[in-house]
């Protein structure tokens, strides 16, 4: 089954329309996630080569997790709401 939304539905929810240039950078940030996912499968657990394509993930994926913030205009204070409710 497929779910279909109307637009009264839709339209309530807080996603921010994003420009062409950030749009490229979540799909170039996309790419970069697959391709270092693969080569941290073909690496050999805990090796130095490994533990650094894992900080180059969680790098990438900091800077996704600003792009959403500034997409969305947060503060400060909402930003540390965000993350504190991850840890």
């Given at each position: 089954r497929t779910m279909?939304?109307?637009n009264s539905i839709t339209s309530r929810?807080?996603?921010p329309k994003?420009?062409?240039d950030t749009e490229n950078?979540?799909?170039?940030?996309t790419k970069e996630i697959f391709a270092l996912?693969?080569?941290?499968?073909n690496s050999a657990r805990n090796s130095d080569n490994w533990k650094n394509l894992n900080k180059q993930l969680n790098e990438l994926?900091?800077?996704i997790d600003q792009e959403i913030y500034k997409s969305y205009n947060l503060?400060?204070?909402?930003i540390l709401?965000?993350?504190e409710s991850l840890r």
């Open positions: 279909h939304f109307d929810l807080p996603i994003i420009n062409k950078t979540f799909v170039g940030y996912n693969k080569k941290i499968e994926l900091e800077k503060t400060t204070k909402e709401i965000i993350e």
